[in-house]
Every structure is written in structure tokens, then in C-alpha cells.
């Protein structure tokens, strides 16, 4: 089983930009489908991105399609989300997760289907 660890978080003003970036251990990493999620307070966990084992499938939640990114290089063990033109209802602890699977295709979109979590980081964006 991996073990997951978020960085890249901060403060931005609205309009600005962010990478998150969640390292994974272990050698099983591409064996695993990815997502991130983020919960803002008072508010359910909800779910943000996906991508495949392959990374050549990939998932956006309609909030932030257009302006969020998902990517993975199976090489480092890593997957990314860049965030463009936040906006301060994007402030949020954000979630990288894992699921595994054995279809190279397969995009998890709800929490369940994710085995592993990293334990958050903190995007703060200010209007």
C-alpha cells in the first residue's frame, strides 16, 4: 500500500495560481488510480480531479474544469494539480488519494473507491 504526502499549498490572491504536488511511496505507485479531493470548513469532502493509471484519462469536477489540471509522472512516484484562476470558494484543505486498480483506464470519482489519503494541504485563497 502507498503512503501519500501533500505539498504545495498556500495563500494566493483570486486570479492567482497554485501547484500541488502528492509524493507516493513505495513501487506500486502506477498501479493506482489518483484523485484529489478538498473539503472546505463546515462542508462534506468533495471530490475535485482524476486521473488513470495510464494518466491518460482524466476527470474534473464542472467547479473546476477549465482552470484545474490533473497530471501524474509514474517515474517520481507523483501527481500533480495545477490550479489557474482560483477563486476564493476554491479555499479549501486539499486531499490526494489513491485507489487501486487493474485497468489502466479506470477513473475513481467518488470517495469510497479510494483506499489511501494523504493528510491535506491548506489552499488559501483571498479576494
Known amino acids: 500500500q502507498v503512503q501519500l504526502v501533500e505539498s504545495g499549498g498556500g495563500l494566493v490572491q483570486a486570479g492567482g495560481s497554485l501547484s500541488l504536488s502528492c509524493a507516493a511511496s513505495?513501487?506500486?505507485?502506477?498501479?493506482?488510480?489518483m484523485g484529489w479531493f478538498r473539503q472546505a470548513p463546515g462542508k462534506e469532502r468533495e471530490f475535485v480531479a482524476a486521473?488513470?493509471?495510464?494518466?491518460?484519462?482524466?476527470y474534473y469536477a464542472d467547479s473546476v474544469k477549465g482552470r484545474f489540471t490533473i497530471s501524474r509522472d509514474n517515474a517520481k512516484n507523483t501527481v500533480y494539480l495545477q490550479m489557474n484562476s482560483l477563486k476564493p470558494e476554491d479555499t479549501a484543505v486539499y486531499y490526494c488519494?489513491?485507489?487501486?486498480?487493474?485497468?489502466?483506464?479506470?477513473?475513481?470519482?467518488?470517495?469510497?473507491?479510494?483506499?489511501?489519503w494523504g493528510q491535506g494541504t491548506q489552499v488559501t485563497v483571498s479576494s
Open positions: 513505495g513501487r506500486t505507485f502506477s498501479s493506482y488510480a
Open positions: 488519494a489513491a485507489g487501486r486498480t487493474n485497468f489502466s483506464g479506470r477513473i475513481y470519482r467518488t470517495a469510497y473507491e479510494y483506499d489511501t
Open positions: 486521473i488513470s493509471r495510464s494518466g491518460y484519462s482524466t
